[in-house]
Antibody, heavy 117, light 106 residues
Framework: QVQLQQSGAELARPGASVKMSCKAS????????MHWVKQRPGQGLEWIGY????????NYNQKFKDKATLTADKSSSTAYMQLSSLTSEDTAVYYC??????????WGQGTSVTVSS | QIVLTQSPAIMSASPGEKVTMTCSAS?????MHWYQQKSGTSPKRWIY???KLASGVPARFSGSGSGTSYSLTISSMEAEDAATYYC?????????FGAGTKLELK
């Protein structure tokens, strides 16, 4: 069965960076685009961007262009997202989600990021 | 970018009651997807391509719409349906989500 297993919660200082992972299993990793979505506490969903694991092509929401960097490792079927120059506005749960026909059909369990001094 | 406006923001329904929530797009879109999210869990794809039910979704759910107006309907509310529902489009970049409709059990 398809599973997206995300890395654990992060506590980071303002100005620092964090890198989280999303390990895919149960399907061919390179056949599906992987998206990342942000959800602040008590708020809705915000699209960050996606990566094509086969080609490495990325597409970002303009809002996150200088904040997030998406990469993928085909050998381990793992997608990564690095967030830089963290502020309190980055405190959120971040989800990876597999795309099929412009919808997100499987989601990871989320990685909680807390930015605090 | 296309803005999706969901209404109402919060609603409550009694068991057996019919429920309808809407998603209005700022520009015409070709289809709409819906996700269900329960507190503390990941969103789940619920309805895709406007009206297709995802695997495991009860038949009491339905989706419809076109252009700028879409809706999700529950024919008969059940306790397990209490959740927040988000609409999502990707007819044009970037993909966008609505702010959600929180459905509570009365």
């Amino acid at each position: 069965q398809v599973q997206l297993q995300q890395s654990g919660a992060e506590l980071a200082r303002p100005g620092a960076s964090v890198k989280m992972s999303c390990k895919a299993s149960g399907y061919t990793f390179t056949s599906y685009t992987m998206h990342w979505v942000k959800q602040r506490p008590g708020q809705g969903l915000e699209w960050i961007g996606y990566i094509n694991p086969s080609s490495g092509y990325t597409n970002y929401n303009q809002k996150f262009k200088d904040k997030a960097t998406l990469t993928a490792d085909k050998s381990s079927s793992t997608a990564y997202m690095q967030l830089s120059s963290l502020t309190s506005e980055d405190t959120a749960v971040y989800y990876c989600a597999r795309e099929v026909r412009r919808a997100m059909d499987y989601w990871g369990q989320g990685t909680s990021v807390t930015v605090s001094s | 970018q296309i803005v999706l406006t969901q209404s109402p923001a919060i609603m409550s329904a009694s068991p057996g009651e019919k429920v309808t929530m809407t998603c209005s797009a700022s520009s015409s879109v070709s289809y709409m997807h819906w996700y269900q999210q329960k507190s503390g869990t990941s969103p789940k794809r619920w309805i895709y391509d406007t009206s297709k039910l995802a695997s495991g979704v009860p038949a009491r759910f339905s989706g419809s719409g076109s252009g700028t107006s879409y809706s999700l309907t529950i024919s008969s509310m059940e306790a397990e349906d209490a959740a927040t529902y988000y609409c999502q489009q990707w007819s044009s970049n970037p993909p966008t989500f609505g702010a959600g409709t929180k459905l509570e059990l009365k």
